[in-house]
């Protein structure tokens, strides 16, 4: 196993920068995550440590050694791609063995090791098929097997699930963490959907355009986003935004929003006289908070479990409101929404997180 330092690293083609002045350190063992937009750069970033793309700026280092000059051949590590890249007219067993072949390994040693990945990933009973006569989940089993068998110190995802249907990526998404509890080897990960970064990742990176918005777990990303951007991009269903204006009482502040009463705050960290307050639609309640206001239903979304409401605002602005009880909503329906002050997010006029004191009672 081994960890990996990235140091100033850029990336650019002629005049576009893709990759800008980027650090990071990624832990022996854990399983990172690099989330974004498309374009962000996250597999970009993942092609550069894998060797695959040169670097413009900067180091990469995995464990103490530097690997700027080190061909993909030599970094010791396996990468996984969205397409399988399966030889179709090879078996299984043959896909599996054929890299280590390559490598002049022992046959004894090669059939050990494409033993081991079969078994790992409970793909025995497929060994003797070829790829045509596979799943797309079976598929993608096999081109993880592909990199298992090399026992490499580093595995490189990149959006190895997009191509699958909703269910088998769910399914892969278990078995792709079991796996790492299994290995402990680290993983380096890419995806622009942030529920697998959610559900899988130690710790996650949160990308946009080249440069590092954001480095956490999930649980810190989720309760403390430190810009607008990550509030925004992390967290299904999406944040609600509100626009707040900000009145000056001495050191004490009370918090305008449209349509919403005023509410006090303590010793609020910044002089910007607009903010952006952020409130995520599990916390805003049916009927209950103690700051309330009315709202029409728009839109009804039926989840089973949870029924996602889309609610109109006096000012006209729709909010997301998760409700988990039994009630039935039809559009058109009035209700009372409201939230508590401690359930707030609050940014201010750069999109940067601020943290003001206990609201007043």
């Known amino acids: ?65 530097v690997v700027n000059d080190l061909p993909a051949s030599k970094r010791e ?38 033993a081991e990945a079969a078994r790992i990933l409970q793909i025995e009973p497929l060994m003797d098929r070829k790829p045509r006569q596979l799943s797309g989940g079976q598929k993608q089993r096999v081109a993880i097997g592909r990199a298992i068998v090399r026992e490499p110190k580093l595995f490189l995802f990149d959006e190895p699930l997009s191509n699958l249907d909703a269910e088998l990526r769910v399914q892969m998404r278990a078995e792709l963490a079991s796996l790492y509890s299994r290995l402990g080897t680290t993983m380096i990960y890419v995806t622009h ?28 990303l989720y309760t403390r986003p430190q810009n607008l951007f990550v509030a925004g991009f992390i967290g299904s269903p999406k944040i609600n935004m509100l626009k707040a204006t900000v009145l000056r009482d001495g050191a004490d502040a009370r918090v305008r929003v449209e349509g919403w009463p005023e509410f006090a705050i303590a010793d609020l960290p910044t002089a910007d006289l607009e903010l952006t307050l952020c409130v995520r639609p599990n916390a805003l309640l049916v009927g209950g908070g103690s700051i309330q206001t009315e709202a029409t239903v728009r839109l009804v979304e039926y989840l089973g479990s949870e ?5 109109a605002l006096p000012n006209g602005q729709i909010v997301l409101v998760s409700d988990y009880g039994k009630a039935s909503y039809r559009q058109g329906d009035a209700a009372t929404i409201g939230f508590e002050p401690d359930a707030i997010h609050y940014f201010d006029a750069s999109g940067q997180r601020i943290e003001p004191a206990r609201e007043k009672v």
């Open 1 to 65: 196993m081994a960890g990996l330092m990235l140091r100033n690293v850029g990336k650019r083609y002629g005049a576009l920068s893709i990759i800008k002045g980027l650090n990071l350190d990624i832990h022996d063992g854990e399983f990172l995550v690099l989330v974004g937009p498309s374009g962000c750069g996250k597999s970009t970033l993942l092609r550069m440590i894998a060797g695959l793309e040169d670097i413009s700026d900067g180091t990469i280092s995995i464990g103490d050694k």
């Open 77 to 114: 590590l396996s990468m996984v791609f969205q397409s399988y890249a399966l030889y179709p007219h090879m078996t299984v067993r043959k896909n599996l063995a054929f890299g280590l072949q390559n490598f002049k390994m022992s046959k004894a040693e090669v059939e050990r090791r494409v």
């Open 193 to 220: 959907d942030q529920v697998e970064a959610m559900t899988m990742a130690s710790r996650i990176v949160v990308l946009r355009a080249g440069k590092i918005e954001q480095v956490g777990t999930p649980q810190e």
């Open 307 to 311: 029924t996602l409401l889309h609610m």
